[in-house]
């Protein structure tokens, strides 16, 4: 049986803060619809009708295309331990990159990470809870390092020129790539 509620519960925050994965979900008027899922320790809870993750750069950006183009975004949280829950957080979203004002206010909620390409910030409209009593009891071994590495690995100068000619989603949609390297220092 789902529940609704108009922003995040006590119970549903303490559920999140204990959850080391979850899901992203958004998409345009036309093309694919991108899901996400999305590691590390990257998830804040602003307010109860507010959240935001840090986003590194990997093999797309599609979720920034999407926010732009739409702005709709569907985040899932499944509880893999007990109680069985699971909860899907449905809002507005916007990318917010190093350049942008707010950044150093919504980048003091998390440990940069080499990599770092943006914040997505969502304005909580509902949020969904439901049973999840058909998804599995499993534990997580650790964080797999290989992305932090990866970036941690580049050179700054390089990874600037990369990302910045990263231009459109796979469906065309521009995208705004971010224009700072985030790795063990941060560029100006």
């Not at 507010?50 to 990997?58: I, Q």
């Not at 979203?93 to 150093?104: I, M, Q, S």
């Not at 999840?132 to 071994?141: I, R, S, T």
């Not at 964080?143 to 600037?160: C, G, I, N, S």
């Amino acid at each position: 049986m789902a529940d609704f509620t108009p922003a995040l519960t006590p119970d549903q925050v303490a559920m999140i803060s204990r959850q080391s994965v979850f899901f992203v979900a958004t998409a345009a008027a036309e093309g694919r619809i991108n899901l996400s899922p999305k590691g590390y320790d990257a998830f804040r809870v602003l307010a109860p009708d507010r959240v935001a993750w840090l986003d590194l750069g990997g093999s797309g950006n599609e979720t920034n295309a999407h926010l732009l183009a739409d702005g709709r975004i569907t985040i899932m949280m499944c509880n893999f331990q007990q109680p069985a829950l699971i909860l899907r957080i449905y809002g507005r979203g916007r990318p917010v990159l190093p350049a942008d004002p707010d950044w150093a206010e919504l980048a003091a909620h998390f440990t940069l990470l080499p990599g770092t390409r943006q914040i997505f910030e969502v304005a909580v409209e509902s949020v969904q809870g439901s049973c999840g009593w058909g998804v599995p009891l499993m534990e997580v071994q650790a964080e797999r390092q290989t992305l932090v590495k990866y970036h941690a690995q580049q050179d700054p100068a390089a990874w600037t020129a990369k990302v910045a000619s990263r231009t459109r989603s796979i469906d065309g949609l521009p995208t705004r790539p971010t224009d700072r390297y985030i790795g063990g220092e941060r560029e100006v």
